[in-house]
């Protein structure tokens, strides 16, 4: 085996070693649910590559700390699907490898092949609460930045007064938040999900509260109408872009179209607002 693939493979059992001590941390945080057992199972996979991998190297590979600390730190803050998938979408050099390393062992390429397959029928058995209610906290988010954004363009140039307009936008915001929260309700009590019910509900309103206090945030900083417009529209395409990137790959979805079709819906309807606040402004002569 050349020394290149021989250095490369080195690397690759870094990766595995540094992999079975990000899934032992979480098991050991979840022992007493039932993902625990699942990422166990999962890092005695990833150090199985890594024993097998030895073989070739005559080594064993020591662990990236930093790695280690900063998955586990995203699984804590971010929930455990979005850090593993993140970390599973990293492995395209792998595979790399793999192929490279199957030219002069042919049988290494079928067993990775074979783990990696049991490992990806055990990530999709991971239950994660947020995920499972990932619909509703769309709801809240994306009624939120249509129609909040809509409402702050449209209320930013009829009354043209920061504080005002923050005022207008946060009761209108709470207001439309406990709203969306009680159809959520009635909803789900209506399809017959009443166990689920009070939790969507939950989810969509503090989904919907917290863009709500991102987007109405400027007014209360700045105090030219116009820069403040233009920082909600910023943090609304920031939001859009975080959480359909989150979706995106704890979910296995495609992101550049659910982004672009909630970023055009949202600045659309603040670009019509924005006209209507023009027209009311015009034609019923405020002057604040």
């Not at 492995?91 to 042919?106: G, K, L, N, T």
């Not at 990932?134 to 988010?141: A, E, Y």
């Not at 007064?161 to 009680?182: D, E, K, P, Y």
């Amino acid at each position: 085996m050349d020394r290149e693939i021989q250095s490369r493979i080195l690397a690759m059992q870094k990766n595995e070693i540094t992999e079975y001590h990000i899934y032992t941390r979480l098991a050991k945080m979840l022992e007493k649910t039932e993902n625990g057992p699942i990422l166990r199972t999962i890092g005695e996979e990833e150090k199985k590559h890594h024993d097998f991998l030895s073989k070739f190297t005559g080594k064993s590979a020591r662990p990236k700390g930093f790695k280690v600390v900063f998955f586990v730190l995203i699984a804590r803050i971010l929930g455990i699907t979005f850090a593993l998938k993140l970390m599973e979408r990293g492995e395209e050099e792998a595979q790399e490898i793999y192929d490279a390393m199957s030219r002069q062992v042919p049988e290494a390429k079928q067993i990775i092949e074979d783990e990696d397959a049991h490992e990806e029928k055990l990530l999709q058995m991971l239950k994660e609460e947020r995920l499972e209610y990932v619909g509703s906290i769309v709801l809240g988010l994306n009624d939120a930045l249509v129609e909040l954004t809509g409402a702050l363009a449209g209320l930013s140039f009829a009354l043209q007064n920061t504080r005002l307009i923050a005022v207008a936008g946060l009761i209108t915001g709470i207001a439309a938040s406990f709203s969306m929260a009680a159809s959520e309700y009635l909803s789900n009590r209506t399809e017959g999900n009443s166990e689920g019910a009070v939790k969507s509900a939950v989810y969509t309103g503090i989904a919907y509260i917290l863009t709500v206090g991102l987007l109405i945030l400027p007014y209360l900083l700045f105090s030219h109408y116009m820069v403040c417009l233009a920082a909600t529209l910023g943090i609304a395409i920031f939001i859009i872009f975080f959480f359909n990137y989150y979706v995106a790959v704890a979910k296995d979805l495609k992101f550049w179209p659910r982004f672009t079709e909630m970023a055009l819906l949202s600045l659309g309807v603040a670009a019509i607002s924005f006209g209507i606040g023009v027209l009311v402004r015009s034609t019923i002569g405020i002057d604040i």
